[in-house]
T-cell receptor, first 111, second 115 residues
Framework: EDKVVQSPLSLVVHEGDTVTLNCSYEVTNFRSLLWYKQEKKAPTFLFML????IEKKSGRLSSILDKKELFSILNITATQTGDSAVYLC???????????FGTGTRLKVLA | EAQVTQNPRYLITVTGKKLTVTCSQN?????MSWYRQDPGLGLRQIYYSMNVEVTDKGDVPEGYKVSRKEKRNFPLILESPSPNQTSLYFC??????????????FGPGTRLTVL
């Protein structure tokens, strides 16, 4: 059965800390893995990863995919209170446009 | 402004009273989808549509109907709502033309309560 598992479920850090969020997946015919940020509203797109070992970067956020070990990590450096959100990982299932989302990691950054 | 809109944003209804949640996008996207989000369960896909008149079931389609008569609209219909359909609903769209991208753009959400 296709699945996406995120860890940790929640995380509390102080401003300036660096955090690493994990997303592991099991899906046949892997195509892509997506990261979203969800504050008190709709998810917003962060990264799409398709190739192993290539880091995607946007400011203090970066993400990398390991297709051999079937996981991705999302790193946030020098965290700010505005980074407080739920971070979601999603994978399309094999050969379709059905998407499976992980349950998310709730990040809280304290001032 | 490129966006996905949903209406209503909040709805309280009673068991068995048919309702429709509308979704519209102005980005000329082929792909549209509905999700529900529940605490501890994350986002689960209800239905999706690859293009006009093409729809398919997601993981939790029971109790829902959809239609895609126009490219920009993808309404979600609950023929006989039940309390277990109380949830936060999101519509999303994506440009899949040319096999391009899985990136989805989400609407603002509809919070539905069924009493």
């Amino acid at each position: 059965e296709d699945k996406v598992v995120q860890s940790p479920l929640s995380l509390v850090v102080h401003e300036g800390d660096t955090v690493t969020l994990n997303c592991s997946y099991e899906v046949t015919n892997f195509r892509s893995l997506l990261w979203y940020k969800q504050e008190k509203k709709a998810p917003t797109f962060l990264f799409m990863l398709t190739s192993s070992g290539i880091e995607k970067k946007s400011g203090r956020l970066s993400s990398i995919l390991d297709k051999k070990e079937l996981f991705s990590i999302l790193n946030i450096t020098a965290t700010q209170t505005g980074d407080s959100a739920v971070y979601l990982c999603a994978v399309p299932t094999s050969g379709t446009y059905k998407y499976i989302f992980g349950t998310g990691t709730r990040l809280k950054v304290l001032a | 402004e490129a966006q996905v809109t949903q209406n209503p944003r909040y709805l309280i209804t009673v068991t068995g009273k048919k309702l429709t949640v509308t979704c519209s996008q102005n980005m000329n996207h082929e792909y549209m989808s509905w999700y529900r989000q529940d605490p501890g369960l994350g986002l689960r896909q209800i239905y999706y549509s690859m293009n006009v008149e093409v729809t398919d079931k997601g993981d939790v389609p029971e109790g829902y109907k959809v239609s895609r008569k126009e490219k920009r609209n993808f309404p979600l219909i609950l023929e006989s709502p039940s309390p277990n359909q109380t949830s936060l609903y999101f519509c999303a769209s994506s440009d899949h033309s040319g096999g391009a991208t899985d990136t989805q753009y989400f609407g603002p959400g509809t919070r539905l309560t069924v009493l």
